[in-house]
């Protein structure tokens, strides 16, 4: 079966037609075109390679959308439980705490040896001393030579 290219469109006065030989179908270049415009206004200024990437971790469950950026203020509500002035027992503390957002970390539930455990990671870390995957033993043992030969 060959391919459709350019030379196979007809226009029949109100839409192109696809012609090869024989009439094929019809195609809406409008909104084809109106798809392609959309496309590149939502991805201008990224890279072929990191669209790529970010597809990929998309397709593989491992994307993730961050609820602000490094830098950002924000404001939370703090919760502490703390023992009651008066009185046996305890309470919640509660006030606002506000600043700006200096990172994010990752929190992996991790299980070594029957033993289940939750470790908190940066996501600065994961590729420099947190690694996942394959080789992730290699990799973890050539970065550890690496921070001792310093």
Known sequence: MRKIDYSDL??????YEI????PL??????AEIDNLEQFREITS?????????????ERDGRCVVLPCKVGDTYTGICR?????????????????????V??????????????????????????KSWFTGDKSREE???ALRKEQEQ
């Open 45 to 57: 200024g990224i890279s072929l390679d990191r669209l790529r990437e970010i597809c990929d971790a």
């Open 80 to 100: 502490e439980i703390v023992p009651k002035k008066r009185g046996k027992g305890w309470e919640t503390k509660s006030w606002l705490d506000s600043g700006n």
């Open 140 to 142: 973890a043992e050539a």
């Open 25 to 30: 179908g019809h195609v809406s270049l409008n």
């Open 10 to 15: 007809r226009w029949n006065g109100n839409e």
């Open 102 to 127: 200096l990172g994010f970390e990752v929190m992996a539930n991790l299980s070594k040896d029957g033993q289940d455990y939750t470790s908190r990671r940066s996501v600065d870390d994961i590729g």
């Open 19 to 22: 012609y090869a030989g024989y």
